[in-house]
């Protein structure tokens, strides 16, 4: 059994972090629901124009 003084630690340490879990930013995409999906270039477009996009949180 850990002395109660700890297990308030403990406790407090999880609220902590849930709050920060809950407080983190979120972004919504505006996505129209009504439109319909845009059609994919063709292979061939895709080799020429292709590239990579890197997030950086």
Request: charge should be negative; glycine fraction near 4%.
């Given at each position: 059994?850990?002395?109660?003084?700890?297990?308030?630690?403990?406790r407090?340490?999880?609220?902590?972090?849930?709050?920060?879990?809950?407080?983190?930013?979120?972004?919504?995409?505006?996505?129209?629901?009504s439109?319909?999906?845009?059609?994919?270039?063709?292979k061939?477009?895709e080799?020429?124009?292709?590239?990579?996009?890197?997030?950086?949180?």
């Amino acid at each position: 059994m850990l002395p109660p003084f700890i297990i308030e630690q403990i406790r407090r340490r999880e609220d902590e972090q849930r709050r920060q879990r809950i407080e983190q930013p979120t972004l919504e995409l505006p996505i129209p629901s009504s439109s319909p999906m845009p059609s994919r270039p063709a292979k061939d477009e895709e080799d020429e124009h292709g590239g990579v996009v890197i997030v950086d949180l």
